[in-house]
């Protein structure tokens, strides 16, 4: 990691926290095939699907922030669908899919696409309390963040979940789930502690049981981003993501080369 980039991820404020919006393979041909068949794509879900952190947002889209680099983009360019609705929105929760995002889905929908859940769990709250109030406090916020997650975001994904495959009882659902943040023992010198590091990544292992069982409950393919970030995350020489950067929002998000490198190959790998 370049020392300047080092020194960056020092330089947290309250300011760059609030900033946060909160986070196995089959044929390649199989998207070819739905293409093929005429079917629609449906995008949905939080920041890491929209593509909050890759940049070239389009204008329409205001605070969804959504990417034209965004790994539905990429995927909707590489296979072209009928149709490509693209609904994620930045700062998404479950309840927000389900009253805000699912207007496009239909009989006619062959595939969709979701990651959720990580708001719902208070990611951006963690991460706020971890960057600002040390290790004790950040592994408390993080043991609340995973007894959320254990208790609560189960019942959560099952209603969105259900909503999606009644509004388009056809579609192949592919669910993705979040990257570990942080490699341990990286090039990270200064900053948040290594306890603090590893915790943060067991949360990303938390959500990523919870979410592969419901996703498998309803029938839903699961795509694990971890082993695709792997020597990518923060710390690491090679970095898909963002950390404190500007502008702030982008903060704690994949960059374009994470959608690209991370997020679409499993995507493509599923479809």
């Given at each position: 990691m370049h020392p300047a980039r080092r020194l960056a991820a020092t330089v947290v404020t309250a300011s760059a926290v609030l900033g946060l919006t909160a986070l196995l393979p089959a044929s390649a041909s199989a998207g070819e095939d739905l293409a093929a068949a005429g079917g629609g794509y449906v995008a949905l879900g939080d920041s890491y699907s929209s593509g909050v952190g890759a940049g070239d947002y389009d204008d329409a889209a205001g605070d969804c922030l959504r990417s034209r680099?965004?790994?539905?983009?990429?995927?909707?360019?590489?296979?072209?669908?009928?149709?490509?609705?693209?609904?994620?929105?930045?700062?998404?929760?479950?309840?927000?899919?389900?009253?805000?995002?699912?207007?496009?889905?239909?009989?006619?929908?062959?595939?969709?696409?979701?990651?959720?859940?990580?708001?719902?769990?208070?990611?951006?709250?963690?991460?706020?309390?971890?960057?600002?109030?040390?290790?004790?406090?950040?592994?408390?916020?993080?043991?609340?963040?995973?007894?959320?997650?254990?208790?609560?975001?189960?019942?959560?994904?099952?209603?969105?979940?259900?909503?999606?495959?009644?509004?388009?009882?056809?579609?192949?659902?592919?669910?993705?789930?979040?990257?570990?943040?942080?490699?341990?023992?990286?090039?990270?010198?200064?900053?948040?502690?290594?306890?603090?590091?590893?915790?943060?990544?067991?949360?990303?292992?938390?959500?990523?049981?919870?979410?592969?069982?419901?996703?498998?409950?309803?029938?839903?393919?699961?795509?694990d981003v971890r082993p695709a970030f792997t020597g990518h995350e923060i710390c690491s020489d090679d970095e898909w993501l963002h950390s404190v950067t500007l502008p702030i929002e982008e903060s704690y998000h994949p960059t374009a080369e994470g959608q690209s490198g991370g997020y679409y190959p499993v995507l493509e790998g599923l479809a």
């Open positions: 680099a965004a790994y539905p983009e990429l995927w909707a360019a590489a296979n072209s669908p009928a149709t490509f609705d693209f609904t994620a929105c930045s700062g998404a929760v479950t309840t927000d899919v389900i009253n805000e995002q699912l207007g496009p889905l239909d009989a006619d929908t062959s595939l969709v696409s979701i990651s959720i859940g990580g708001n719902d769990a208070g990611f951006a709250d963690a991460m706020q309390t971890c960057v600002l109030q040390g290790t004790d406090a950040c592994l408390a916020a993080i043991d609340e963040a995973k007894a959320y997650i254990s208790g609560t975001l189960p019942g959560r994904l099952d209603a969105v979940y259900g909503a999606i495959a009644a509004a388009a009882p056809n579609a192949e659902v592919v669910v993705l789930g979040y990257p570990h943040m942080y490699e341990l023992d990286g090039g990270c010198l200064l900053g948040i502690s290594e306890e603090s590091r590893a915790a943060i990544n067991s949360a990303s292992d938390a959500l990523s049981a919870v979410i592969s069982e419901r996703a498998a409950g309803h029938g839903f393919a699961y795509g």
